[in-house]
């Protein structure tokens, strides 16, 4: 069902933008360390088998930090950019903004007794998402808008953690936030651990994934760049509040995502971590600079066993002209299935 | 003739903001210590006479960074936002943005030979500064974009950098980098080693910043927020570029900086520094947080002989319902003339 609301090429486009996102949280973090501190390429990665991937990685990371090599990059500029959804939590068997955005709908149905009878709410409500594609772009932005928009930042944020803490996901009963996989976590440390800033880059909604993306990535709020929704600045009385209206402000997503970067960021990445067609421009942003060495890679879903199998024809995540892609410019294609030795962090570990 | 032109208060909204700026740098940044290694109170701050001022952002830092303080503030919510116009570098007689746009009409001149009879051209490149203003919002707006669009964001970087280089300030003689206030540099530097992570907001387009923020200020380029005009990825042959667009995105002044704030940091700031009315709703949006301790500073200019002495009816960085704001909220109010022992790191030092 997931398949028929998303193959029209409308959701990724419309629903991730507006799923626009939530304001800065409280949640110390780790202390990060900028200075580069080389990880024993032995036992770095843990959750990576010892294959072309893993290689590519190290190689990558040493190449660009030893001091005096053709490829160092200072500090400042080591900068790695990576997709959220299906890069570093499941995207399976929908994205979890439109599931948010679905249970947001039931939520505030009782408030809005007319949705019974009114598309797309209708369509919502009762789960028919094939009505509710029926209601085209203009649909399903209204679901959004309805769910994203009319509040301020902070209770969006307060929204967004509340539901966080009680949803599960349909297939492996845990919280979302649990679903990210551990091989991706590792890296992100390891890049981290070496001098590089990793930032988030999804189509997403920015305010979305700023609540948690502190504690479970280790990205804190100002390093996630994604979709926006507008807000409107508003003294209540003595007291500032940003207001978010219903109208998208940016997405960020496919050709997108180079903008957002220079938009946001400033810099241009020299690695970029991927899954989709979504992905593509943002690793020719990033890797196709000249001479320079650089990393761009693609992981792929490959494992129908421990999470899913998709790629070329999947409405979700598609996989097609970025896996070409891969093979002509020389990305690293990460094999879920015989890359990683394990996948979430909830497996018995090795 | 500044006054005519900018007190019609077309420029600040129209101007500053398609001044949208520029991509990446490559100029190695001084390590920042992320850690907190507070300076002695007796020797920090060295420009700073030892005032009420001084002693409010002494009092200030040392408040949110000694644990078990009830202000204590953890490191990663330490965020400081700075405007720059008039904040952190010299704004008057025009602001610098400005200054670069009309030079950049003259360079451009000898391939648009219709410009000397067609406005707001005509004017600009007579430095009929009155007939500009009498173009309207329309007739600014096509100067800026003229002259921020139609070029890739590197090449845009190139253009701001060469001028830059050869720009010199009317009054100094200086290029326009030299005119940066030492205390406030000072400043960044002591909340950077107070463990905040500075930040700049500014009205002015943030790729017209960014190639020298990270050398100047110390501020690397993912941290400043400013006015941004809309840019397209494309693949030029295998050459990914993105193009500015002559379609202003988004400005960042006034009721627009706490959005940027919102939506490129997405954490609330625990202190912000500003100068003029534009920072009104970025040091409410700071500051007034409910019971917890916060930091409002404007810096007031005073100074004459050394500097400026403008305020309520300035048509450049007017202070007006601000220096009231001020005053009713207890923000620190900096007369430069008395709190500052030096202004410029070239004046002889103490």
Same mark, same amino acid.
Request: charged share 20%; aromatic share 10%.
């Given at each position: 069902?997931?398949?028929?609301?998303?193959?029209?090429?409308?959701?990724?486009?419309?629903?991730?933008?507006?799923?626009?996102?939530?304001?800065?949280?409280?949640?110390?973090?780790?202390?990060?360390?900028?200075?580069?501190?080389?990880?024993?390429?032995?036992?770095?990665?843990?959750?990576?088998?010892?294959?072309?991937?893993?290689?590519?990685?190290?190689?990558?990371?040493?190449?660009?930090?030893?001091?005096?090599?053709?490829?160092?990059?200072?500090?400042?500029? @080591?900068?790695?950019? !990576?997709?959220?959804?299906? *890069?570093?939590? /499941?995207? &399976? #068997? $929908?994205?979890?903004? +439109?599931?948010?955005?679905?249970?947001?709908?039931?939520?505030?149905?009782?408030?809005?007794?007319?949705?019974?009878?009114?598309?797309?709410?209708?369509?919502?409500?009762?789960?028919?998402?094939?009505?509710?594609?029926?209601?085209?772009?203009?649909?399903?932005?209204?679901?959004?808008?309805?769910?994203?928009?009319?509040?301020?930042?902070?209770?969006?944020?307060?929204?967004?953690?509340?539901?966080?803490?009680?949803? @599960?996901?349909?297939? !492996?009963?845990?919280?979302? *936030?649990?679903? /990210?996989? &551990? #091989? $991706?976590?590792?890296? +992100?440390?390891?890049?981290?651990?070496?001098?590089?800033?990793?930032?988030?880059?999804?189509?997403?909604?920015?305010?979305?994934?700023?609540?948690?993306?502190?504690?479970?990535?280790?990205?804190?709020?100002?390093?996630?760049?994604?979709?926006?929704?507008?807000?409107?600045?508003?003294?209540?009385?003595?007291?500032?509040?940003?207001?978010?209206?219903?109208?998208?402000?940016?997405?960020?997503?496919?050709?997108?995502?180079?903008?957002?970067?220079?938009?946001?960021?400033?810099?241009?990445?020299?690695?970029?971590?991927?899954?989709?067609?979504?992905?593509?421009?943002?690793?020719?942003?990033?890797?196709?600079?000249?001479?320079?060495?650089?990393?761009?890679?693609?992981?792929?879903?490959?494992?129908?066993?421990?999470?899913?199998?998709?790629?070329?024809?999947?409405?979700?995540?598609?996989?097609?002209?970025?896996?070409?892609?891969?093979?002509?410019?020389?990305?690293?294609?990460?094999?879920?299935?015989?890359?990683?030795?394990?996948?979430?962090?909830?497996?018995?570990?090795?």
């Amino acid at each position: 069902m997931t398949s028929s609301l998303l193959s029209r090429g409308i959701s990724r486009r419309v629903l991730l933008a507006t799923l626009a996102a939530l304001p800065a949280l409280s949640v110390p973090l780790l202390p990060v360390s900028v200075r580069a501190q080389a990880a024993a390429p032995a036992t770095a990665l843990p959750s990576w088998n010892d294959g072309a991937a893993r290689q590519s990685i190290l190689s990558f990371v040493a190449a660009v930090t030893r001091e005096g090599s053709p490829d160092f990059v200072p500090l400042p500029q @080591r900068i790695a950019t !990576f997709d959220n959804d299906g *890069t570093l939590w /499941v995207e &399976q #068997p $929908m994205y979890t903004q +439109l599931v948010f955005a679905l249970d947001r709908v039931k939520a505030l149905a009782p408030m809005h007794p007319e949705w019974k009878d009114k598309q797309p709410f209708k369509a919502a409500l009762e789960g028919d998402l094939k009505a509710l594609v029926g209601s085209g772009e203009r649909g399903l932005l209204q679901l959004i808008t309805v769910t994203h928009a009319g509040m301020t930042t902070e209770e969006f944020e307060t929204i967004v953690k509340d539901w966080l803490a009680k949803a @599960r996901h349909p297939r !492996f009963n845990r919280p979302y *936030t649990d679903l /990210v996989y &551990q #091989p $991706m976590i590792e890296l +992100l440390a390891y890049l981290r651990a070496n001098g590089f800033k990793t930032f988030i880059v999804s189509g997403g909604g920015v305010e979305f994934m700023r609540p948690w993306s502190e504690p479970v990535y280790g990205v804190p709020p100002e390093q996630v760049v994604g979709s926006t929704i507008k807000t409107r600045f508003q003294m209540r009385g003595d007291v500032p509040v940003l207001f978010r209206l219903p109208d998208i402000d940016f997405i960020d997503d496919k050709a997108g995502k180079p903008v957002g970067i220079n938009e946001f960021i400033g810099r241009r990445p020299i690695a970029a971590f991927g899954n989709s067609d979504g992905d593509l421009q943002m690793l020719q942003w990033a890797t196709k600079a000249g001479d320079r060495r650089r990393l761009g890679l693609i992981v792929h879903h490959t494992d129908a066993e421990r999470e899913y199998a998709y790629d070329r024809k999947s409405p979700i995540g598609r996989l097609d002209i970025a896996l070409d892609a891969a093979n002509a410019n020389g990305w690293t294609l990460v094999d879920m299935k015989n890359d990683w030795n394990q996948i979430f962090a909830f497996e018995s570990g090795h």
